[in-house]
C-alpha cells in the first residue's frame, strides 16, 4: 500500500512540475524580451505627445516584424513631448527616412510598441536621425469617453423614434 502511494506523490509532483515549467514557457514567450536577440545596432529617436503605458524594451515592428526595441524613454523639459529612444538592429539599416513612427497596442488591452511605417525615400535613416512623422498612443479611457458621450443617438421629446431622413421628401408622418 505505502509503495502505491508513494508512485502517486512521485506522479502527483512530476504533473506539477510540468506544469510550472509549461507556464515559465509561455511567459518567456508571450514577453517583450522573447525571440529577440540583438546583435549590433543603430539608435533612432521619435518624439510624442502621449506614449501611453509604452516601456523600457517593448518591441519596435516594422511589417509586424521585430526589428529592434525601445531604449530609453525621457521627457523634454522645454517641450514637454515624450522622446523615446529606440535600437534598432543594424541589419534592418534600410528604412527610409520619411518614414513614420507611432504607438500601437497589441490586441485589445495587450501591450504597447513601437511601429514604424515605411516612407519612400531613397535616402535611409542613420545612427541618431530623428523621427519627423509621429503619432501618439491611442488611449482606451479617450475612446470609450467619446463613445459613451456621442454614441447613441438622441430620441425626440416625445418618446417616438424620429423620423428617417428620406432624401425624397417624402416622409411619412408618426403614427399616433
Known sequence: MTQQRR???????????LGFAALAYLATQTTSVANFSQGESY???????????????APVKL????????????LDPA??????????DK???EIPDDSAAAIFTSGLL???????????????????????LTQSSMQLEDLIGKFLVSGS?????NGQDAPADDKSGSAQPPKP
Do not use: H
Open 7 to 17: 508512485s502517486y506523490q512521485i506522479g502527483t509532483g512530476l504533473f506539477i512540475l
Open 91 to 93: 541589419q534592418y539599416a
Open 153 to 157: 443617438p438622441q430620441k425626440p421629446a
Open 110 to 132: 495587450g501591450d504597447q510598441y513601437v511601429g514604424i511605417q515605411p516612407g519612400g525615400s531613397p535616402d535611409m535613416m542613420k545612427d541618431g536621425d530623428e523621427f519627423v
Open 43 to 57: 539608435a533612432l529617436k521619435a518624439r510624442f505627445t502621449n506614449i501611453g503605458q509604452l516601456k523600457l524594451r
Open 63 to 74: 511589417a509586424g516584424v521585430r526589428i529592434g526595441s525601445v531604449e530609453s524613454i525621457t
Open 79 to 88: 517641450k514637454l513631448d515624450a522622446i523615446v529612444r529606440i535600437s534598432v
